[in-house]
C-alpha cells in the first residue's frame, strides 16, 4: 500500500520532479524499446538467411566429400584430414546497442593458398577443404547473431516490465498523489481566503 504523502508545497514540487523523472525514464525505455526490437528484427531476419546458407553449404560439403572419397579412397581422405592446418582460435569482441553488449566473433579467415601439397590431393578434395571452412565461417556467424538475439530479446524483456510499472504503476500513481495535494492546498487556500476575509470584515467593524 503506498505511503501517504503529506500535502505540503514541498511535497508538492518532490511529486512534480519525481513524476516528470518518471515519464523521461518512460520515454527512454520506449526508445530504447523500439530501437532493440528494430534490431532484432534485423538480426532474426540475418540469422534465417545464415541459416539458408549453413544448410547448403552441408551439402556442397557432403557433396564433395562423397566425390573426394569416390575418386582417392576413404583413407586417403582420413590420412590427409588429418594433416590440414589445425583451426586458428577465434577471439570475441562486443559491441553495444543502447547499452546491451553484442557479441562479435574475431576469426582468421581462410587463405586459399593453403598448405597441403596439390599432388595429393584431387578437385574434390580441395572444394571439401573450402567448403569447410566457409561452413565454419557461416557457423561462427550464426552463433555471433543467435547469442546477439538471445541477449536482445532478455535485454527488451526488462525494458518492457519496467516500461509497463513506469506507465501502469508509477506515473499514474504520482498523478494520483500530485492531484490530491494540489486539491488539499487549493482547499486550504481557500480557507485561508475566508478566514482573512472574515478578520478583515470583523476588524472593520
Do not use: C
Request: hydrophobic share 40%; net charge positive.
Amino acid at each position: 500500500m503506498a505511503k501517504k504523502v503529506t500535502a505540503t508545497k514541498a511535497n508538492l514540487i518532490k511529486v512534480k520532479e519525481s513524476l516528470a523523472f518518471a515519464k523521461k525514464g518512460y520515454s527512454l525505455l520506449d526508445k530504447k524499446r523500439t530501437v532493440l526490437i528494430r534490431e532484432m528484427m534485423r538480426l532474426n531476419e540475418r540469422a534465417e538467411t545464415i541459416q539458408a546458407e549453413i544448410e547448403a553449404a552441408f551439402k556442397k560439403s557432403y557433396e564433395a566429400l562423397t566425390m573426394a572419397s569416390v575418386t582417392m579412397g576413404w583413407e586417403a581422405v582420413v590420412d590427409l584430414s588429418l594433416s590440414m592446418p589445425k583451426e586458428e582460435p577465434y577471439s570475441l569482441g562486443y559491441r553495444s546497442v543502447m547499452g546491451v553488449e553484442i557479441p562479435e566473433v574475431h576469426y582468421r579467415k581462410l587463405n586459399p593458398k593453403s598448405t597441403f601439397s596439390i599432388y595429393e590431393t584431387t578437385f574434390a578434395f580441395d572444394q571439401v577443404y573450402l567448403e569447410m571452412n566457409a561452413l565454419r565461417e557461416k557457423v561462427y556467424e550464426l552463433a555471433e547473431v543467435e547469442t546477439s538475439l538471445y541477449k536482445l530479446a532478455k535485454e527488451i524483456k526488462k525494458s518492457v516490465k519496467r516500461a509497463n510499472a513506469l506507465e501502469k504503476i508509477q506515473i499514474p500513481r504520482s498523478e494520483k498523489t500530485l492531484h490530491d495535494i494540489e486539491d488539499v492546498l487549493a482547499e486550504k487556500e481557500r480557507e485561508d481566503f475566508f478566514r482573512l476575509k472574515r478578520v478583515k470584515h470583523n476588524t472593520q467593524k
